[in-house]
């Protein structure tokens, strides 16, 4: 069972693309981090791959029922977070000054896309999409 229409964030493959390109413009270089890097990609590779079991066999560009289980149960947008993991990893593991200087410019277009997700959600589902929304934080759990 996998799920169909998988939401690959753009504004993400943009930043991570970006800063690939600025790197090789002019390089700005920091310490690396490996051992950190790793980590974050391991977390958002995980947390992406578990919310895409959880989703199934859902068309998650035209849902016909909410996901909550699995990380749709403490966050409304795990692949999203995921994504954001995976290229702070990056640059944490390649030193690259551009990939961490994208990341706000990426955090910035993934709410915009996040916030019409979720108001297509609110729309189709109403009253049971509000109270999924009340229990669970859009990106950490509230509480």
């Given at each position: 069972?996998?799920?169909?229409?998988i939401?690959?964030?753009?504004?993400?493959?943009a930043?991570?693309a970006?800063?690939v390109?600025?790197?090789?413009?002019?390089?700005w270089?920091?310490?690396?981090?490996p051992?950190?890097?790793?980590?974050l990609?391991?977390?958002?590779?995980?947390?992406?791959?578990?919310?895409?079991?959880?989703?199934?066999?859902?068309?998650?560009?035209?849902?016909e029922?909410?996901?909550?289980?699995g990380?749709?149960?403490?966050?409304?947008?795990?692949m999203y977070?995921?994504?954001?993991l995976?290229?702070?990893?990056?640059?944490?593991?390649t030193?690259?000054?551009w990939?961490?200087?994208?990341?706000?410019?990426?955090?910035?277009?993934?709410?915009?896309?996040?916030?019409?997700?979720?108001?297509?959600?609110?729309?189709?589902?109403?009253?049971?999409?509000?109270?999924?929304?009340?229990k669970?934080?859009?990106?950490?759990?509230t509480?």
């Amino acid at each position: 069972m996998r799920a169909r229409n998988i939401p690959v964030p753009e504004a993400s493959l943009a930043g991570i693309a970006a800063g690939v390109a600025l790197e090789q413009v002019r390089r700005w270089r920091l310490k690396s981090r490996p051992r950190a890097g790793w980590a974050l990609v391991a977390a958002g590779s995980l947390v992406i791959a578990s919310s895409l079991k959880a989703a199934g066999n859902t068309d998650l560009a035209k849902p016909e029922g909410l996901v909550t289980s699995g990380p749709y149960a403490v966050s409304r947008n795990p692949m999203y977070v995921g994504w954001g993991l995976l290229q702070l990893g990056i640059g944490l593991i390649t030193g690259s000054g551009w990939m961490l200087a994208t990341l706000p410019a990426v955090g910035a277009g993934l709410r915009l896309d996040v916030v019409r997700e979720e108001r297509r959600l609110e729309q189709h589902f109403g009253d049971e999409y509000e109270r999924y929304a009340a229990k669970v934080g859009r990106y950490v759990p509230t509480r």
